[in-house]
């Protein structure tokens, strides 16, 4: 488990220059308002639009599988926005790694506290069930507000980037966990803390079972949510964040607890988890990450993939 952020000289190495000098750009965007940083990250999303083509083209397949009754029309327009929201997500995770907390205060609505609150009061650990949106690291800072939790992260491989991002997270929390220690997180919620987790991406096939998603009836997913819930004897309430419709704030809702999960049934849980990931997108699509190849994975091996 990661309680600081460990600093070395090694890190002055010309080779991360570059990268220190692109974060302090943008630890410069802090003096200005919200909106008019979001104003100036859509339209960075609009210029690396060309750079990152390959990603685009996954996102817009992705947005043909999910959403196959959607006019392409819309679907164009739907495509549009979430690569603008891809250029806003820079000044997010600025925001939530550089903000002071005061300046959080002023930018952010909290619904749903009182389950948190009566969740822990029971004794319970709590699995934050979340989604990867784009403003999803300003949702924990804004969660570290009023209940630090612990956070599932994945380890950078640029030491320079991995530094930042152990800082800037541990802002939000109090301590940071790799994605694959799963005792470590256990032993977490038995201490009653709150992880943070994700069940919304392809990982593979391994751990993984084949439910709908959308409109894919068979995207592979990772039933580490129940299996999390059981070993942990922890409360799973589900999570979302969003950035205002005027850019001006941030909104996070958490939901009670859910009943009788996790169940005997581990598909059954999981095909639940889904369902309650396609409401949370829903309620922002343009704010989630559809860059990922979240239908890599097929039920049979042999089949071609979706994305050629």
């Given amino acids: ?132 949106c784009l403003p999803l690291e300003m949702g924990a800072r804004i969660f570290g507000q009023f209940h630090p939790g612990v956070g599932v992260y994945r380890p950078h491989k640029n030491p320079a980037m991995e530094y930042m991002q152990v800082k800037g997270r541990l802002r939000s929390n109090k301590a940071l966990v790799p994605k694959r220690d799963l005792r470590q997180m256990v032993r977490c919620l038995r201490k009653s803390d709150v992880i943070w987790y994700t069940a919304d991406q392809d990982f593979g096939r391994s751990s993984a079972t084949f439910v709908p998603f959308f409109a894919v009836p068979d995207a592979a997913t990772i039933t580490g949510a129940s299996t999390l819930a059981r070993l942990g004897k922890a409360k799973v309430l589900p999570f979302s964040v969003v950035r205002n419709a005027d850019d001006k704030g941030y909104t996070i809702e958490i939901l009670p607890p859910l009943e009788d999960f996790p169940s005997k049934d581990e598909v059954a849980d999981t095909k639940r988890g889904n369902a309650i990931i396609e409401q949370i997108i829903n309620k922002e699509r343009a704010q989630y990450m559809w860059l990922h190849r979240r239908f890599k994975t097929r039920p049979d091996p042999d089949s071609p993939s979706v994305y050629k």
């Fill in 1 to 132: 488990m990661i309680e600081k952020a460990q600093f070395s000289n090694h890190l002055f190495h010309p080779k991360f220059w570059l990268l220190w000098f692109f974060a302090g750009l943008v630890r410069l965007t802090l003096l200005l308002p919200l909106d008019k940083q979001m104003k100036m990250g859509a339209s960075i999303g609009r210029l690396i639009k060309k750079l990152i083509s390959r990603r685009v083209k996954i996102a817009q397949r992705n947005l043909e599988l999910c959403f196959p009754d959607m006019p392409a029309a819309e679907q164009a327009q739907l495509l549009d926005r979430n690569v603008e929201e891809i250029g806003k997500a820079i000044f997010d995770i600025a925001n939530a790694w550089w903000w002071s907390d005061e300046k959080v205060q002023r930018h952010m609505t909290i619904k749903g506290q009182e389950h948190i609150d009566k969740t822990l009061s029971e004794g319970h650990g709590i699995v934050l069930f979340a989604v990867h």
